[in-house]
């Protein structure tokens, strides 16, 4: 019988705490892990995964990327969305995740993401809550379907106990991602422009609406079945929506509602997921940290995946 092969997860950090903390999540995970203090000391054969901190990211410039492992899941962790060159080196193939909190990151964001890019099975909200939570869900394919949806979803979110401000968010984040799988998702596909707002959308047009809480984290997602979201339009519209700040330039109107929307939720959510089949469809997920205040609550997200997208 042939021995199963146990994947190999690179760590290139000097932190201790860091290093402790990727060794024991890593390894539940089911990877071998090793650390390095410099990514020239690693050995870039057969690896799976491969995490940067902060350090080893300032040292990497956008055309090391291409002397990377091939393939392999790369998380930088220490970063922050706010930063522009960290934008810029998202833009490279491979370089996927980002995690914020390098002083005490979750341990179960980095065992789900680590289990999702070894096993390919990445959609489903619930990867990112504590086991057996309710999860609601509705199909939403009309504008009056997507107004009583986000009722149901604000007054759960209620009903658990979320702060107002965080309820707000919450409302408004789920109406764009549900206008962007209503009308730019098959605007994008089909190659058409976004329907006027309050129109009704596409025959073919409808996105799936799921939403639980853990009592730490409330998280929704939204599905479409068109799978046409890239991360370099995320990276574009975020960079694009930041210098703006929020006033769009002449020339920009026609897009400036997906732009400044999605700009819009990567600074009102924690962690912000996306799940891409190409072609075949998009699942966005969206959570919110309900012991999160003060001036943390304003920044932009403390972590962004894709998964899938290209």
């Not at 996927?96 to 489903?124: N, Q, R």
């Not at 079945?225 to 920009?252: D, V």
Request: net charge negative; proline share 4%; with cysteine.
């Amino acid at each position: 019988m042939t021995a199963a092969v146990v994947p190999r997860a690179v760590c290139v950090t000097g932190s201790l705490p860091l290093r402790r903390t990727l060794r024991r999540t890593l390894g539940a995970a089911g990877s071998q892990v090793e650390f390095h203090d410099s990514v020239d000391g690693a050995d870039p054969g057969n690896v799976a995964l491969l995490v940067l901190d902060q350090v080893a990211r300032r040292a990497l410039k956008r055309e090391d990327l291409d002397a990377l492992p091939r393939g392999a899941g790369l998380i930088v962790i220490g970063d922050s969305l706010e930063n522009d060159d960290v934008v810029e080196l998202l833009h490279g193939k491979g370089v996927d995740h980002l995690i914020s909190d390098a002083d005490d990151p979750d341990d179960a964001e980095i065992v789900v993401t680590s289990v999702k890019l070894l096993s390919g099975d990445i959609f489903g909200l619930e990867k990112y809550l504590a086991w057996g939570v309710k999860i609601g869900e509705l199909e939403v394919r009309s504008y009056e379907q997507k107004r009583e949806a986000m009722a149901e979803v604000t007054a759960y979110a209620r009903e658990v106990g979320a702060r107002r401000p965080v309820i707000a968010k919450i409302e408004s984040v789920v109406d764009e991602l549900l206008m962007n799988a209503l009308y730019d998702a098959p605007a994008t596909a089909n190659g058409g422009a976004r329907p006027a707002p309050g129109a009704e959308p596409a025959a073919d047009a409808r996105g799936v609406l799921r939403w639980a809480c853990d009592g730490r984290y409330f998280a929704v997602s939204v599905e479409d079945s068109f799978g046409a979201l890239q991360k370099a339009s995320i990276l574009e519209h975020l960079t694009r929506a930041r210098q703006e700040r929020g006033r769009p330039r002449p020339g920009n109107d026609e897009s400036a509602g997906a732009g400044l929307g999605l700009y819009f939720i990567l600074s009102s959510v924690t962690r912000f997921i996306v799940n891409v089949d190409p072609g075949k469809r998009t699942e966005v997920v969206c959570m919110f940290d309900l012991k999160q205040a003060g001036r943390d609550a304003e920044s932009c997200a403390r972590s962004l995946h894709v998964f899938g997208g290209g």
